[in-house]
């Protein structure tokens, strides 16, 4: 920082300022003194901070009829316990000196202007107020969408108002009816600003980039080609699904093969049951099972067996029905029913074999039954319930990859790719 | 943007070319450096007072209308604070009420003064948010400054003497803008709003942009 030697003009009083003070006071008389001899002053040095944006300084355009100038930029930044989050604002100046503050805030640009609200808040309403409170200005209401403090970490370009680098200023903005609300405060003063969140689209218009609307138009093609494959294969997915939901069934029931069994007749050797003729060689068949038993628990087994009484499959199942009453009154549970496929090498006459085990120290009651059947043609669902999970992945992935929130990474990609063009 | 003005950057000495009369911060392209808007304003002994002839669409002596009302320009103040200045117009109606036109940070507001009925708080214990009653109206303290008159000319109905300190305490009064003003013998107290551009026609003899 340069320091100005003079003399008071009043008392001759040696007295200095600080390049970037305008004004002091004499030490001596008491004499306000003020700089007259520099047209501009430095303020403050500032490095370099590339813009993430491709948005210039310089750029004109028409806004409502009045012509715009983006002539400054600021680079914000805020420290939290996440680290430094950095954003940048720009300063719009109309030939009619109106002033417009376009602001990128995670991903969603935001235009807006200085307002004077119905019902302003100071500082100390504003600085009790987080995200999700509600915040009433009066014409201009809304939800809290985050505070905090930013400090200005680069200047660049002409700005209609005094800002240096390391200004610090609490701010806090909302999401309003008509758009969004900011306020930002300090112990000097409080300002209320309200605008328009835009898409990337409406800026890239409004301020004429048409290289960044040119790539902007491919990767929203390619983004829609992806919503399409998306809806595709989720299409795909759904019919897979459908089918195999339809394949769920239980086949045509063998004629002859089935039956009910009285459970006290199968001893230790089990209960043959049959013959009866399966025709279907390679084809899939489901023995299904239901039992009829009363206050009792019974292992059952079925098993196929062929005519010289080769085990060829079989269903088993711990069976058991048992009611009572208790505090909340009458209760019944029941497990009794059960199922097994399995697949027919070659046609022939078949049986099957009862077998069932009462709990320890208890008997078989006599009327406890199974009752079981033989089903041909029982579709095998897997391969399309799988069939119908991948093409649903596949879906949701490609809808995940259309989606616009892509577009900001894309940005990032141009922005770097412009970089590669300008090494 | 109208009629561009160059400056030098104070330290490297490369042109400063500013685009526009609403710029007070430039920074130099050239090595970086932030510098203020301030323009050749007062000599330090407060004895001479001489207004850069900053761009604008105003000048002492136009006239023309402010919805609808025909106005005449009698004078002008430039006030200076520590990184910035700002003209105030002195507009005569032809109703002959008066007003003071502000353009500040791309807002221009009309004041009318308004005599202060009752006391409001000392300067110095005024804070940003504050909130007192001004002629039964609520004064929300939106800003705080303390500036100098840089310089003035026309007609104006107080001594704008060049260097003196005036406080400044700029307000919302129920939604519109309201100033309290600590001069050296008085508090000038006013109530404005927010004017349009569009909504101030000049006459093309008044000098118009």
Aim: proline share 5%; charged share 20%; hydrophobic share 40%.
């Amino acid at each position: 920082m340069r320091v100005i030697n003079f003399q008071c003009p009043s008392c001759g009083a040696p007295a200095s300022l600080e390049s970037g003070e305008m004004t002091a006071e004499c030490a001596q008389c008491g004499n306000p003194l003020r700089r007259a001899d520099a047209a501009v002053q430095q303020q403050s040095a500032a490095v370099g901070y590339a813009t993430q944006s491709g948005i210039r300084l310089g750029t004109k355009t028409l806004i409502q009829g009045e012509e715009f100038e983006i002539t400054g930029r600021l680079v914000l930044g805020e420290r939290d316990e996440e680290g430094l989050s950095q954003w940048e604002e720009w300063v719009l100046i109309g030939e009619r000196g109106t002033v417009l503050y376009l602001e990128l805030d995670e991903g969603r640009w935001k235009l807006s202007r200085p307002f004077v609200p119905s019902r302003p808040l100071g500082p100390a309403e504003l600085q009790v107020l987080h995200e999700g409170s509600g915040i009433n200005l009066g014409d201009e209401q809304g939800i809290v969408t985050g505070s905090g403090t930013y400090q200005v970490l680069h200047v660049e370009g002409e700005f209609p108002y005094a800002v240096r680098r390391g200004q610090e200023h609490r701010y806090l903005d909302a999401q309003s009816l008509n758009g969004f609300v900011s306020v930002e405060w300090s112990e000097e003063a409080v300002e209320f600003y309200r605008g328009q969140v835009m898409g990337q689209r409406q800026l890239y218009v409004m301020l004429g980039m048409r290289d960044e609307l040119a790539a902007l138009d491919v990767r929203e093609r390619v983004l829609a080609g992806r919503r399409t494959a998306g809806k595709a294969w989720l299409g795909a997915a759904l019919i897979a699904l459908s089918f195999w939901l339809v394949s769920l069934n239980r086949g045509q029931a063998v004629a002859g093969a089935g039956g009910t069994v009285r459970l006290a007749q199968a001893g230790e050797e089990g209960y043959r049951h049959g013959p009866f003729r399966l025709n279907g060689a390679g084809k899939l068949y489901r023995l299904v099972m239901r039992g009829s038993l009363s206050q009792s628990s019974i292992w059952v087994g079925l098993v196929l067996e062929d005519a010289a009484g080769a085990q060829l499959a079989g269903a088993q199942r711990d069976m058991w029905d048992e009611s009572g009453t208790d505090s909340d009154g009458y209760w019944h549970e029941a497990d009794l029913k059960g199922q097994a496929d399995f697949r027919l090498e070659k046609a022939g006459d078949y049986f099957i074999r009862v077998y069932a085990e009462p709990e320890p120290g208890r008997s078989i009651a006599p009327d406890a039954l199974v009752a079981w059947s033989l089903h041909e043609g029982v579709i095998y669902p897997t391969y399309l319930g799988v069939y119908g999970l991948i093409a649903g992945v596949l879906g949701i992935a490609f809808l995940i990859a259309g989606s616009p929130a892509q577009v900001s990474s894309t940005m990032q990609a141009l922005k770097e790719a412009s970089e590669d063009d300008d090494d | 943007m109208s009629q561009p003005q160059s400056y030098q950057c104070p330290s490297c000495g490369a042109p400063l070319p500013v685009s526009s009369r609403f710029v007070q911060t430039v920074t130099c392209e050239y090595c970086r450096t932030v510098s203020a808007v301030t323009a050749t304003g007062l000599d330090p002994t407060g004895e001479t007072a001489r207004l850069t002839p900053l761009p604008t669409r105003f000048s002492v002596g136009a006239s023309g209308r402010l919805r609808g009302r025909p106005f005449r320009i009698l004078g002008r103040v430039r006030y200076r604070a520590s990184d910035g200045q700002w003209d105030e117009w002195y507009l005569l109606f032809d109703d002959g009420r008066a007003g003071w036109l502000e353009e500040d940070e791309g807002m221009m507001v009309l004041s009318t003064t308004q005599k202060l009925l009752n006391p409001v708080p000392p300067f110095e214990e005024i804070r940003v948010g504050d909130r007192f009653q001004t002629n039964g109206q609520t004064f929300f303290v939106t800003e705080k400054c303390t500036a100098a008159v840089a310089g003035s000319e026309g007609e104006l109905f107080f001594p704008a003497v060049p260097g003196a300190q005036v406080r400044f305490v700029d307000g919302n009064i129920e939604g519109r803008t309201g100033f309290l003003e600590w001069g050296p013998s008085a508090i000038e107290f006013g109530v404005g709003d927010p004017v349009e551009h569009e909504e101030i026609t000049l006459d093309a003899a008044g000098g118009a942009a």
